[in-house]
Nanobody, 124 residues
Framework: QVQLVESGGGLVQAGGSLRLSCAASGRTFSAQAMGWFRQAPGKEREFVGGLSRSAGGTYYANSVKGRFTISRDNAQNTVYLQMSSLRPEDTAVYYC?????????????????WGQGTQVTVSS
């Protein structure tokens, strides 16, 4: 089992920045890829970005490319989502997820473990 805990959400004005953290514990070595997803009110959960342990690369949805950056601190078992140039449409609950099979994916069905989510609200 892998436990994931997100933090860092909050209220920010449009154009501002936030950094979300996802701390992993438990059988962290089984997490082959990490993903960030978000769900806005009344909408389905959508992929934001991902990081593959095997490939070592990061991947982003077109809507956040160039504004969001995913990084990791292996020593701390933590993955970060740095969000810049935030827009009101970025308002959502943000979730991190871990995938136990190799390779990244933008499909939430392939992720095995989920955090509880953290609210990000961007005011105009």
């Amino acid at each position: 089992q892998v436990q994931l805990v997100e933090s860092g959400g909050g209220l920010v004005q449009a154009g501002g920045s936030l950094r979300l953290s996802c701390a992993a514990s438990g059988r962290t070595f089984s997490a082959q890829a990490m993903g960030w997803f978000r769900q806005a009110p009344g909408k389905e959960r959508e992929f934001v970005g991902g990081l593959s342990r095997s490939a070592g690369g990061t991947y982003y949805a077109n809507s956040v490319k160039g504004r969001f950056t995913i990084s990791r601190d292996n020593a701390q078992n933590t993955v970060y989502l740095q969000m810049s140039s935030l827009r009101p449409e970025d308002t959502a609950v943000y979730y991190c997820a871990a995938k136990s099979t190799r390779g990244w994916s933008n499909d939430e069905r392939f992720y095995d473990y989920w955090g509880q989510g953290t609210q990000v609200t961007v005011s105009s």
